[in-house]
């Protein structure tokens, strides 16, 4: 039997309560500025379900900004205040006793997040590789089995959104969690992951087993939404003309110059991942966590005496893309975007990853022209600028 | 491996000049003290609790059992504060990290090790690894520039290298201040290349220094003849993991931290950012 369910609209809040008594429950919610972010719900009803298809990613709770990974009691001092309102995990092992003890603060709390994007879901995977191959990272992990994602696919995607040239969304066949489909009245729900399955299967009194209509339904819903995406970007094309040299540092250069150093495409990137660690006193020991950081900033690479490897802003943009363009996939089988177009939304400069690759088929980013599809010139602002939600079809943006 | 350190205890400090000091670090749990094993160009990531991590190369060899010995400049924030550090401190260090030289590589073959300054540090322990089975290599040969006499790191140490027969090991300064005695070579690293006279054939070439330093020395060795493929440089790079998540390490592809700090001069040339 495969693994798929339909649960009526109606049931939603009544499941999500069911989901609580085991979990903590994050999903998006509007913030005192009205932007939808992902947080802990307390009110199943103040969950919103007509999102954006960019909605933040879910990356902060498996590498969140600030994580605490070990505090430090001091003898004499005040052993085990709580820095933040974060506990300390009851089972935190001791290692080393002679002078106070040092905790690791793995977390282990048991957490299910809702409504995540398929692209995220897409990412999450390719951050399991990163984290989990090699040395395993112990916070990750940790976080990692305890999180339970539910995915809505995404029916409305945003004018920003191009992972339908990625295979990273809009719709997803496996990786997930639990996927939720909206078919109007009900949702489709697909479970792939083993503890998708049992906490469906869990709850199996809300659910019926699809139909043929059903059926119909999702796939007429699927292929509606793949008609609406607006940008049709491949990143092969950027790829294979790096690999192929056909991108000099002028070009480089002139993204560069447009570059606010501001870091916001690196935090808002589901697959950004780079930390620093840094140590915090505070009566009766010491914590240290990591918080994200950003590869555009200067002192990135700053070492002792002040020597910068990466001082040329140039070196430091081109790096960015050539981690997602070209390391990425070497490594780890890849490309570092899923094509979820937060980076087109929050950066001032517009030279994000969208921007990037069409402008490299161009090969001009601020000259008057770039060459697009068949010959046809257009001006830089025509390729650079955001699309207006009364568009349709391919813009200038399009694969030509 | 882990991202949480063993307290160590800082037993014994030993000054070498105003900015360096030889640090001796004892693990506080038995378990690890006999554990702890690593290969000559591997580092640690210390830890000065409340000021924050480091990644420092180990300066003793790998045979020295019991103890860690970190060789460090006064250099920035970590570094500063262990050297205000008393003895009988407790710190934190994890590791060992990085990929170390190729040592099997190297066993059989003749080999050059060419330091300067601090470069020294890592190499002590590849020097001490090769005193202690020097039977497995054929010739020896060590060149170790400094400023002057007063900068010459591990000076006793490195006089009776010099007075060994089966290493040809010179020192060199670049100039001699009037007041000080100087038995060794005046003049450029890479005069003392030429003087230590290595074959070229069967030669694995260790180097370590800094960055103009490693620029006149790589010239002189391409120029003698030795492959890129023979020569072996230890990169120096921000780090705050140890383990190839952080990202701040990163160098073209490669994490320093995993697949380094030792790189092939041939690996290196095609790692941008470095030269």
Redesign the interface.
């Known amino acids: 039997m495969r693994n798929e369910w339909i649960l009526d609209k109606n049931h939603l809040s009544y499941w999500l309560r069911q989901l609580r008594k085991e979990r903590e429950l994050v999903g998006p919610l509007l913030n005192g500025g009205k932007d939808i972010v992902f947080r802990t719900v307390e009110q199943i009803h103040e969950i919103v379900l007509d999102l954006p298809a960019s909605l933040p990613s879910p990356k902060e709770f498996l590498l969140p900004q600030y994580e605490p990974m070990l505090r430090l009691d001091i003898p004499g001092g005040e052993p085990g205040v709580h820095y933040r309102a974060q506990p300390v995990s009851p089972d935190a092992c001791v290692k080393g006793s002679r002078a106070g003890r040092v905790y690791d603060l793995a977390e282990r709390r048991r957490r299910i997040v809702f409504g995540v994007r398929p692209c995220d879901v897409s990412a999450v995977r390719l951050l399991d590789r990163f984290f989990l191959e090699g040395y395993r990272d112990p916070y990750y992990e940790q976080r990692r089995m305890n999180t339970l994602m539910v995915t809505i696919a995404c029916n409305n995607p945003d004018p920003t959104c191009f992972c339908i040239g990625l295979g990273t969304g809009p719709y997803l066949d496996g990786g997930f969690d639990i996927q939720l489909t909206d078919l109007g009245n009900r949702y489709f729900v697909q479970a792939a992951s083993a503890e998708g399955v049992r906490t469906v299967k869990a709850t199996s009194f809300l659910f019926r087993r699809p139909g043929k209509a059903d059926h119909d339904d999702q796939y007429e819903v699927i292929l509606s939404a793949k008609a609406r995406f607006r940008k049709r970007i491949s990143l092969e094309s950027p790829r294979g003309m790096i690999l192929a040299g056909r991108i000099k540092d002028d070009f480089w250069q002139r993204v560069a110059a447009r570059c606010f150093e501001c870091g916001g495409c690196v935090y808002e990137c589901p697959l950004c991942t780079c930390f620093t660690v840094t140590d915090r006193r505070y009566h009766g020991g010491i914590e240290r966590a990591r918080l994200w950081d950003t590869c555009l900033f200067k002192g990135f690479t700053r070492m002792a005496g002040g020597v910068l490897p990466n001082e040329k802003r140039m070196l430091r943009t081109k790096r960015w893309y050539y981690h997602k363009l070209i390391h990425y996939p070497e490594v780890l089988g890849g490309f570092g975007c899923v094509g979820c177009g937060r980076c087109t939304l929050t950066c001032p400069g517009k030279i994000d990853m969208a921007a990037i690759a069409t402008a490299m088929k161009g090969l001009d980013l601020d000259g008057a022209t770039a060459v697009v599809g068949k010959g046809r010139q257009v001006g830089i602002g025509e390729v650079m600028r955001r699309p207006k939600p009364e568009e349709t079809g391919a813009g200038p943006e399009g694969e030509g | ?7 160590a ?1 800082l037993v014994e400090k030993r000054y070498l000049d105003p900015q360096h000091s030889l640090f001796r670090f004892v693990f ?2 038995e378990g690890v003290r006999e554990s702890f094993s690593f290969s000559p160009g591997q580092f640690v990531m210390l ?1 000065i ?6 990644p420092i190369s180990i300066t003793s060899g790998p045979d020295e059992k019991g103890f860690v010995e970190l060789c460090v ?1 006064q ?5 500063g504060a262990l050297h205000a550090l008393e003895e009988n401190a ?1 710190v ?1 260090l994890r590791g060992p990290y990085g990929n170390g030289y190729p040592v099997d590589v190297m066993e059989g073959g003749n080999l050059l090790i060419v330091a300067g300054g601090l470069g020294i540090a890592p190499l002590r322990s590849l020097i001490r690894y090769v005193l202690y089975r020097r039977d497995r290599f054929r010739e020896v040969g060590i060149g170790y520039g400094a400023r002057n006499p007063e900068s010459v790191l591990f000076s006793g140490e490195m006089q009776n290298l010099v007075a060994r027969t089966d290493i040809k090991c010179i020192l060199s300064v670049d100039s001699v201040p009037e007041a000080c005695r100087w038995d060794g070579h005046v003049g450029r690293v890479t005069e003392i290349i030429d003087r230590i006279n290595m074959p070229i054939e069967g030669t694995s070439v260790a180097v370590c220094g800094p960055p103009v330093f490693y620029k006149f020395v790589l010239e002189k060795l391409l120029s003698l003849g030795y492959s890129k493929g023979s020569i072996y440089m230890s990169l ?3 780090m ?2 140890g ?6 390490c ?4 490669k994490y320093t931290c ?1 697949e380094g700090p030792i790189f092939t001069y041939w690996d290196a040339i095609n790692l ?2 470095i030269f």
Do not use: N, W, Y
């Open positions: 491996m882990s991202l949480v350190p063993q307290t205890t506080d749990d830890s609790f409340g000021v924050g991590e480091a400049r250099a920035g924030r970590v570094t407790t934190g120096e790079r921000r705050e993991c383990l190839g998540k952080c990202g701040h990163v160098v073209g592809h995993i941008p950012e």
